[in-house]
Structure formats: structure tokens, C-alpha cells
């Protein structure tokens, strides 16, 4: 059986970038991709979510960025990953829905159902978007409408004359409110905590200091926030219109979830249609329990991008590096980590 150098698991935006770095050293390594074509997450993003609502998409190495800013961004992104992986000819194999990694003295064995990939290094960007975070909350099994987490949503109009209730303090709560609140009867927005509003221009110092915060979650152990948490929120133009109807008045947790509605902490049942759980994702790092690279803290400690239980393997889109411009520069670490683990290994066997 070949032994490669490098197996990367995910071809999304980190798993791309880390495959043309490895590339460029020269390094033999595949890509294990779960999905039936290129574009990772974009591929399964909701239908009225544009380029621009995105703000973009960083460019990935040796590339422009993907332009059509009022284009449907689950079509101009996997289109663009689709171009990539042709031009730099990429060795992606798919669909391969990797189950587990193992130890195999000093290699890795990467196992998909009845098929296997031996490695020295591994690099996992599988991200978050096949986690959805769905938190338990009590009496939500005798709700008698219709629970939906972002990771399936079908887009305004099937809220429409509906009330709904949206869950979440993040950014994407905010943007489907907008696009919700102006069709649906009418729309309860609650979330844990007060959410925190940014008052000031993003700029790129901000933005820095933002993913330092986060990088510091992974390299101390703890399980990495989203960088959104620590950015604070924004409301554009588009949702204006929800602004205006009050969409944006936030309401403390409800205490239960009753059949026809949801119980506010006062003791109201606010009766709903919908609950739209917009809670967020878990990194989709499952697969890699095996190897036992978590700490006591609960995430996995990472050094750059390296496992500090386990130096054979890299994350990338994993905390810091979950945004497309974060993801770029965690590929191209990724791959001088791999690079420095393959030295240290061939210097050890001469000697």
C-alpha cells in the first residue's frame, strides 16, 4: 500500500490552500473530499445568500478572487473551487467521507468505509458546516411546528404569514432575520446573552486583533469561539426593513418550548409557527477522536497549526482560521509544519 506524505481531509478553502502549498514543496499527499463536487460548505449554502452578502470571498494562493458580487454564492464559490483545482491540478479524490484516523506506529491510517490511506502528516479541513450545533432545551420533542437549524434553511419565503421564532446571537440570526422578518407574521429574535453590536469601523487593525483573541483560545485548549463572537454585530442595508419593524429587539432565552409556542422567562407563551435555531457549528473533528488530541481543557491545543498532542497532524479551518482570508494563511502554515515533521523524521531515521 503507498504511503503518502500528506493526506489532507476537506477540500473547502484551508484544505485547497494547504494542497497548493504542499504542492509547491514538492510534497506527495491527496485531498479526501466528502462531497460529490468541488465547493466544500458554499456548495450547501441557502439560495438568497450573495457574493456581497459575504462581502467576498478571499482569493485563494496564486489566484484572483471570485468576482460577481450579486451572484448566488453557492454557485460562484464551488464554480471557483471547481476552476482552482483544475488549473493547479490538484489531487482531490471524491466523494470520500473519511470515518476515523488511526495510529499506526509512527503513520497514520486514514479509513473511509472499506478503503484506507496511509500517511506520515495529516491535514484536516473538514470545518464546521457538517457540525451544526442543535443545544437541547425542554419540551422542544412536543412542539407541534417546525424546528429548523440555519445549516437547512429554505430561504424567506417559507416564512412567509408565519411567526418565528429566531435563535442566536451571531451573524447569521441577524442576516436571515432580515430576510424574514419582512415576510413572516411576525418574528421573536432570543439569544443567551445581550448581543453585542459594534459601534466602530471594521478596519483591518480590528480584524487582526480579533482573530488574536481567537487564536489564543486554541493555543491555551479551549474549544475556539467564532470570530464573529469577538467582532461584535453589524446591521447593512439590506436589513434595514427588519430593523424597522422592530425585527431587532432582542428577548432573554425562553424557559421551554411549549406545543404551540415558546415560554418567555415572565411567564408569556409566545405561540410560533417556526423556530429557525441559528446556534452555530461544532469544528467536524469527530473522526479524529482516535487520536486522542484534545485537551483538558476540551479543544484541541494547537501551536500555529500544529496539534500539540500529536505534531503528525495540522488543522486548518479550525478557530482563527475558519474565515476565508484566515483559511488562506493556515494552508500555506500547514505546509511548512508538514515539511519540518518530514525533515525531523528523515534526520532521526539516518542518524
Given at each position: 500500500?503507498?504511503?503518502?506524505?500528506?493526506?489532507?481531509?476537506?477540500?473547502?478553502?484551508?484544505?485547497?490552500?494547504?494542497?497548493?502549498?504542499?504542492?509547491?514543496?514538492?510534497?506527495?499527499?491527496?485531498?479526501?473530499?466528502?462531497?460529490?463536487?468541488?465547493?466544500?460548505?458554499?456548495?450547501?449554502?441557502?439560495?438568497?445568500?450573495?457574493?456581497?452578502d459575504?462581502?467576498?470571498?478571499?482569493?485563494l494562493?496564486?489566484?484572483?478572487?471570485?468576482?460577481?458580487?450579486?451572484?448566488?454564492?453557492?454557485?460562484?464559490?464551488?464554480a471557483?473551487?471547481?476552476?482552482?483545482?483544475?488549473?493547479?491540478?490538484?489531487?482531490?479524490?471524491?466523494?470520500?467521507?473519511?470515518?476515523?484516523?488511526?495510529?499506526?506506529?509512527?503513520?497514520?491510517?486514514?479509513?473511509?468505509?472499506?478503503?484506507?490511506?496511509?500517511?506520515?502528516?495529516?491535514?484536516?479541513?473538514?470545518?464546521?458546516?457538517?457540525?451544526?450545533?442543535?443545544?437541547?432545551?425542554?419540551?422542544?420533542?412536543?412542539?407541534?411546528?417546525?424546528?429548523?437549524?440555519?445549516?437547512?434553511y429554505?430561504?424567506?419565503?417559507?416564512?412567509?404569514?408565519?411567526?418565528?421564532?429566531?435563535?442566536?446571537?451571531?451573524?447569521?440570526?441577524?442576516?436571515?432575520?432580515?430576510?424574514i422578518?419582512?415576510?413572516?407574521?411576525?418574528?421573536?429574535?432570543?439569544?443567551?446573552?445581550?448581543?453585542?453590536?459594534?459601534?466602530?469601523?471594521?478596519?483591518?487593525?480590528?480584524g487582526?486583533?480579533?482573530?488574536?483573541?481567537?487564536?489564543?483560545?486554541v493555543?491555551r485548549?479551549?474549544?475556539?469561539?467564532?470570530?464573529?463572537?469577538?467582532?461584535?454585530?453589524?446591521?447593512?442595508?439590506?436589513?434595514?426593513?427588519?430593523?424597522?419593524?422592530?425585527?431587532?429587539?432582542?428577548?432573554?432565552?425562553?424557559?421551554?418550548?411549549?406545543?404551540?409556542?415558546?415560554?418567555?422567562?415572565?411567564?408569556?407563551?409566545?405561540?410560533?409557527?417556526?423556530?429557525l435555531?441559528?446556534?452555530?457549528?461544532r469544528?467536524?473533528v469527530?473522526?479524529?477522536?482516535?487520536?486522542?488530541?484534545?485537551?483538558?481543557h476540551?479543544?484541541?491545543?494547537?501551536?500555529?497549526?500544529?496539534?500539540?498532542?500529536?505534531?503528525?497532524?495540522?488543522?486548518?479551518?479550525?478557530?482563527?482560521?475558519?474565515?476565508?482570508?484566515?483559511?488562506?494563511?493556515?494552508?500555506?502554515?500547514?505546509?511548512?509544519?508538514?515539511?519540518?515533521?518530514?525533515?525531523?523524521?528523515?534526520?532521526?531515521?539516518?542518524?
Amino acid at each position: 500500500m503507498e504511503t503518502y506524505d500528506a493526506v489532507v481531509i476537506g477540500a473547502g478553502q484551508a484544505g485547497l490552500s494547504a494542497s497548493y502549498h504542499l504542492q509547491r514543496r514538492g510534497i506527495p499527499h491527496v485531498v479526501l473530499d466528502a462531497d460529490e463536487s468541488p465547493g466544500g460548505a458554499w456548495r450547501h449554502r441557502w439560495d438568497s445568500l450573495t457574493m456581497d452578502d459575504v462581502h467576498g470571498i478571499a482569493a485563494l494562493p496564486d489566484a484572483d478572487a471570485p468576482g460577481t458580487p450579486d451572484g448566488r454564492a453557492n454557485q460562484v464559490v464551488p464554480a471557483y473551487f471547481s476552476d482552482y483545482e483544475r488549473a493547479h491540478d490538484l489531487p482531490v479524490l471524491r466523494p470520500v467521507r473519511v470515518d476515523r484516523v488511526e495510529e499506526r506506529g509512527d503513520l497514520l491510517v486514514v479509513h473511509a468505509g472499506d478503503r484506507s490511506w496511509t500517511t506520515r502528516t495529516l491535514v484536516n479541513a473538514t470545518g464546521t458546516w457538517t457540525q451544526p450545533h442543535l443545544p437541547y432545551y425542554p419540551g422542544a420533542a412536543d412542539f407541534r411546528g417546525e424546528q429548523l437549524h440555519t445549516v437547512s434553511y429554505p430561504g424567506p419565503e417559507h416564512f412567509a404569514g408565519k411567526r418565528v421564532v429566531v435563535v442566536g446571537g451571531g451573524a447569521s440570526a441577524v442576516q436571515l432575520l432580515g430576510e424574514i422578518a419582512p415576510v413572516a407574521a411576525d418574528t421573536l429574535w432570543v439569544t443567551r446573552r445581550e448581543p453585542v453590536w459594534r459601534t466602530d469601523d471594521f478596519n483591518p487593525d480590528a480584524g487582526r486583533a480579533a482573530v488574536a483573541l481567537v487564536e489564543e483560545r486554541v493555543r491555551r485548549g479551549l474549544p475556539p469561539a467564532s470570530v464573529v463572537s469577538v467582532t461584535g454585530l453589524a446591521l447593512r442595508e439590506q436589513e434595514r426593513a427588519a430593523s424597522l419593524l422592530g425585527a431587532y429587539e432582542r428577548h432573554p432565552m425562553f424557559s421551554r418550548i411549549e406545543p404551540d409556542g415558546v415560554r418567555l422567562p415572565d411567564g408569556e407563551v409566545w405561540p410560533a409557527d417556526v423556530i429557525l435555531w441559528a446556534t452555530g457549528f461544532r469544528p467536524a473533528v469527530n473522526h479524529l477522536a482516535p487520536l486522542h488530541l484534545r485537551s483538558e481543557h476540551g479543544g484541541i491545543q494547537l501551536d500555529g497549526t500544529t496539534a500539540v498532542a500529536d505534531p503528525r497532524v495540522q488543522l486548518v479551518g479550525y478557530g482563527p482560521s475558519a474565515s476565508t482570508i484566515g483559511a488562506n494563511r493556515a494552508g500555506r502554515v500547514a505546509a511548512r509544519g508538514v515539511a519540518a515533521w518530514l525533515a525531523r523524521r528523515d534526520t532521526e531515521d539516518v542518524a
